[in-house]
């Protein structure tokens, strides 16, 4: 297969280039970044995590607001009609075109809220990761035409899903399989040891996926969706010829021109090599992938006397009032994960705080290098014009019969 032979991807109802952005927070991919990748008739997906540090007026209404369950309950309410803003944004950029989806961590502790508020504002699909969403299509119930997009990383977790989901009269729409040993940000696997078991690599996951799918006469609605590593067109045409239906590309999309991310975190991503890539606990006790800044070197170093004291000191007060995860090392006083607080880290990263941010980031070069190339770029070299001829950006989707 060649590239000019790439079939469009069947998502939402719709005919669209095989290109899926992945969802990147703190507020890396907002509406700015969504909305131009589905303006190219790709999916564009907006991470839904603390999305009011895009909006000013409502991030004066949450600062200052004291602790407690009162000050929890505006944060909340805050990001809710933020992510609300940033879906109608990103619907106005794509003007008709593409596909819209919310990714939304099953690990927050708000994760039913979020999902709700995305299907009210119309969203076409939601993504989710960081745990099993069996609960999914309970809570979108009444939002029928939204597509459901598990992130899986082996076939015992798809095979889980489908069983669980099956019995609920469900199927996913897709399936994103993220490759813990490439991709960015929390990863997939029990334990940092874990990241490299062969058992997540593509060539062994896509062909059980499909067996999965065809023992349940599923493998032509359930597209496969690759993730991690994936950074040439070379590499996207070995996919397809494993089965997959498109790939997911996440910090190439981090340090484009529409990135909604500071300049500085463009820079810190796009300049980092494999030497400055390192893989630690997250404070939701999942392995992690970022850039070693100067933030998180000085974290690694005191980690042994911040879990001791973490041991000593058991559970406190979350220092972001809005408890963001279900579970946290730092707040929950839970020694053997991370004890830093990842909202925190990561909305310095999105100004562009060198010195204080946490940068997530796969362990692949990038496309492009160093270079801040604009989304319609990323997305040309990667599957140039190979279905230009039947689906045609900015054009509106099509339908799928």
């Not at 504002?121 to 009444?142: K, M, N, R, W």
């Not at 996951?205 to 067109?233: F, K, N, Q």
């Not at 990038?366 to 190979?386: E, H, K, M, T, W």
Request: glycine fraction near 10%; charged fraction near 20%; hydrophobic fraction near 45%.
């Amino acid at each position: 297969m060649n590239l000019r032979q790439l079939p469009p991807l069947k998502l939402g109802g719709r005919l669209l280039r095989p290109i899926v952005q992945g969802g990147m927070g703190v507020g890396v991919s907002a509406h700015r970044l969504a909305g131009t990748v589905a303006a190219q008739n790709a999916v564009g997906t907006l991470a839904s995590v603390d999305l009011r540090r895009h909006h000013r007026d409502l991030m004066e209404r949450t600062t200052g607001i004291g602790c407690g369950e009162p000050a929890k309950a505006a944060i909340n309410a805050a990001n809710l009609e933020a992510l609300d803003r940033e879906i109608h944004a990103a619907r106005r950029i794509a003007a008709g075109a593409g596909l819209l989806a919310v990714n939304v961590m099953r690990a927050v502790a708000e994760y039913a809220a979020y999902v709700r508020q995305a299907c009210r504002s119309g969203i076409d699909a939601i993504v989710v990761g960081a745990g099993l969403p069996l609960d999914l299509p309970e809570l979108t119930a009444d939002y029928p035409k939204v597509a459901l997009v598990p992130i899986l990383s082996d076939a015992r977790g798809i095979a889980l899903i489908l069983k669980k989901w099956e019995r609920k009269g469900r199927l996913p729409d897709a399936i994103v399989i993220e490759h813990p040993k490439h991709a960015g940000g929390h990863l997939g696997a029990a334990r940092i040891e874990d990241l490299g078991d062969p058992r997540f690599d593509f060539e062994q996951v896509l062909p059980e996926a499909r067996a999965l799918l065809r023992s349940m006469g599923a493998e032509e609605r359930v597209p496969l969706i690759p993730a991690g590593g994936i950074g040439s067109p070379q590499r996207v045409r070995e996919l397809f010829d494993l089965g997959a239906a498109a790939v997911q590309i996440g910090t190439a999309f981090a340090v484009t021109e529409e990135s909604d991310a500071h300049p500085d975190f463009k820079r810190v991503l796009a300049g980092a090599g494999p030497q400055d890539i390192v893989e630690f606990v997250s404070v939701a006790g999942l392995p992690a992938r970022a850039v070693r800044t100067p933030w998180l070197e000085n974290y690694l170093r005191l980690l042994p006397k911040l879990q001791a004291k973490a041991a000593a000191r058991g559970p406190k007060r979350c220092t972001m009032i809005f408890d963001c995860l279900a579970q946290c090392g730092l707040r929950d006083g839970m020694a053997r994960i991370g004890q830093f607080c990842i909202d925190h880290q990561l909305a310095a990263a999105l100004r562009g705080d060198v010195a204080s941010g946490l940068f997530f980031r796969g362990a692949g070069r990038l496309p492009f290098g160093n270079q801040i190339r604009p989304v319609r770029d990323l997305i040309a070299y990667l599957i140039g014009d190979s279905i230009a001829d039947e689906v045609a950006a900015p054009e509106p989707a099509l339908a799928v019969a």
